[in-house]
């Protein structure tokens, strides 16, 4: 799909069907212009009983226009970025059920920052667009071409920097949307390694390498090695390397956890809903994504992304209850839940990591049910044993709408994992899941600035919408523009 940015005369472009968000007035970026389309709008407005109020909308025809349709999105009372998000959202829906080919938007308003606005824009029209194609008769969308209109050349300039940079996000949540829909007889740890390759192949500025069973066992990858001893689909470790910064720069290093099917092992998931467990690879598909925003944005940043693939199954094979596995770090784990599995590929990951002296690692995984009952569906866990580097991902989650909530790391709930047999258990009890289970990570992680983003909650939706979000590609993606702004 083509963005593009104009301030040309609003009546010379040619496109199918025009959006603009505005109040009752039609006051915004058209006011400021007092151009002859401001004055039919407000009119057509008037007759119509637009409110302009968030969450109103109004689709006319008319053959006094240029246009085929005219929507207007209310946005009186839009005060803060998560109204503002919202109701880009809603108008993004808007443009792809209109059934338009060519859409003219005109911002809401000259807003202080035009490349957010204009990236939310490309965003969520992305996202909107997204179908599925559970089969050959699902139609793609119409919509081929947007063009974002502002009042003046400068922040034309402006908002074209952020289409690019909203278009990348978008096809980034896309793409981690995409491998989370997929079945699980699809999407195994070996088809992740073949998507990884390719798109290494694909972009220049991106490495890959995997490495199997053999590879990890020399690596002493015990615990990793234990959640896939059940199975018959072997287990792949993948390394992606983008090289956006300069060489001598450390990388910030993504950890996705990547469990295609998760049936609990022989701590067997109940049946109902199981079949939602193809999403227990959601984090590191939206490592995925974030690499491919990466190639297609150019961020000037270096970034490694890790993703421990598995598939956790019961068989002969399959580590029991009360087995005790030897980490990568030469840490011993009794595993007391094979149902509790993220957490033992992850660590072996996060170890792995340190050879890359990073200047901050992130892990990102669909870890506990105690999350979603903590904070639903609405904001991923954070927790961190950086205070620098949580408030840092906090105000990405706020900036680009896809939120994080700050849980503590205590040395209380750290003694929840103490084992008579090794020198961890693998769960702390029924209380703080979500704690506990970082308390295990951030024993892995003590040399490194770590943060671990919990999105059991977040990374899909069940029910009517059931599907991946692509979460949270869009936070990864503001922290490391903001990151990689601050080193230019």
């Known amino acids: 799909m083509e963005f593009t940015a104009s301030s040309a005369n609003l009546l010379k472009i040619k496109a199918d069907c025009l959006i603009v968000l ?39 025809h008319t053959p006094t226009l240029p246009f085929s349709q005219v929507i207007l999105i209310g946005i009186t009372g839009a005060t803060s970025r998560q109204k ?17 080919q060519k859409v003219l938007w005109v911002a809401a308003r000259a807003p202080d920052d035009g490349h957010w606005q204009a990236a939310m824009v490309a965003r969520n029209v ?57 079945p699980a007889n699809f999407c195994t740890p070996s088809y992740l390694a073949d998507r990884a390759s390719d798109m290494a192949r694909d972009n220049a500025s991106l490495d890959c ?23 018959v689909e072997p287990a792949k470790f993948i390394i992606m390397n983008y090289r956006g910064g300069a060489k001598s720069e450390a990388p910030t290093v993504l950890i996705g956890k990547a469990v295609t099917f998760d049936s609990g092992g022989i701590s067997l998931k109940p049946g109902g809903g199981m079949d939602e467990m193809k999403f227990d690879m959601c984090g590191g598909a939206s490592v995925f994504g974030v690499m491919q925003a990466l190639c297609a944005s150019g961020l000037a940043i270096n970034v490694i992304g890790l993703v421990p693939a598995v598939e956790n199954m019961p068989s002969g094979t399959a580590t029991r209850p009360g087995d005790v596995v030897t980490s990568m770090s ?32 992130i892990d990102i995984a669909t870890l506990t ?78 040399k490194l600035p770590w943060a671990h983003i919990d999105i059991a909650g977040t990374a899909w939706l069940s029910g009517a919408q059931k599907g991946a979000t692509g979460r949270p590609v869009p936070l990864l993606m503001d922290y490391l523009q903001q990151r990689a702004n601050h080193s230019t």
């Open 84 to 100: 503002q998000i919202k109701v880009i959202a809603d108008a993004a829906s808007k443009a792809i059920a209109s059934g338009a």
């Open 22 to 60: 505005a109040d009752a007035q039609i006051n915004g970026v058209l006011a400021s212009d007092d151009t002859e389309l401001h004055g039919d709008l407000k009119a057509l407005a008037k007759a119509t009983n637009f409110d302009g109020k968030t969450g109103s909308a109004k689709t006319l």
């Open 369 to 446: 049910g105690a999350c979603v009952m903590a904070l639903g569906k609405q904001a991923s866990g954070l927790l961190a044993n950086d205070d620098d580097l949580a408030d840092e991902l906090l105000a990405s989650g706020t900036r680009s709408g896809d939120r994080a909530w700050q849980l503590p790391l205590w040395e209380e709930y750290d003694a929840q994992l103490k084992s008579n047999f090794a020198d961890m258990a693998n769960i702390g009890g029924r209380e703080a899941g979500t704690i506990t289970a970082a308390c295990f990570l951030a024993r892995y992680a003590k």
């Open 209 to 231: 390498q995997i490495l199997d069973n053999a590879d990890m066992h020399k690596l002493a990858m015990g615990s990793l090695l234990s959640v896939t001893a059940g199975t």
């Open 126 to 182: 992305l996202h909107a667009r997204y179908k599925y194609a559970k089969n050959d008769k699902v139609v793609a969308s119409r919509l081929k071409t947007l063009i974002y209109w502002t009042g003046s050349r400068a922040e034309q300039q402006l908002a074209s920097t952020g289409l690019d940079f909203g278009a990348a996000v978008g096809n980034g949540m896309n793409c981690a949307r995409e491998l989370g829909n997929l």
């Open 330 to 361: 030469g840490q011993t784990i009794e595993v007391l839940n094979t149902d509790a599995e993220g957490r033992l590929i992850l660590c072996d990951a996060i170890t792995y990591s340190e050879r890359f002296k990073p200047r901050a690692v």
